[in-house]
């Protein structure tokens, strides 16, 4: 996923699988193994906080970057 970000290559489908990927993997570590999240349930929030950091870089910012150009 990392030479998928770097290359840019369809970054807007990027953005999504990678939003889903965190936000699976959290949901099922805060069902299955809470114990073992550094901030525990509350790790939850801070996937949400990295999710809403790749909406916004390529949703919001990428098109901002664009319409300048």
Same mark, same amino acid.
């Given at each position: 996923?990392?030479?998928?970000? !770097? ?7 990027? #953005?999504?699988? $990678? +939003?889903?990927?965190?936000?699976? +993997? ?10 073992? !999240? ?8 801070? #996937? ?6 790749? =909406? =916004? ?7 901002? !970057? $664009?319409?300048? #150009?």
């Amino acid at each position: 996923m990392a030479i998928w970000v !770097l290359t840019r290559f369809k970054s807007k489908f990027n #953005a999504v699988i $990678q +939003m889903a990927v965190v936000a699976t +993997m959290n949901i099922i570590e805060f069902i299955v193994v809470p114990d073992l !999240l550094l901030w525990g349930r509350l790790n939850v929030v801070f #996937a949400c906080m990295f999710i809403g950091l790749v =909406y =916004y870089n390529e949703f919001v910012l990428n098109k901002k !970057l $664009q319409t300048e #150009a």
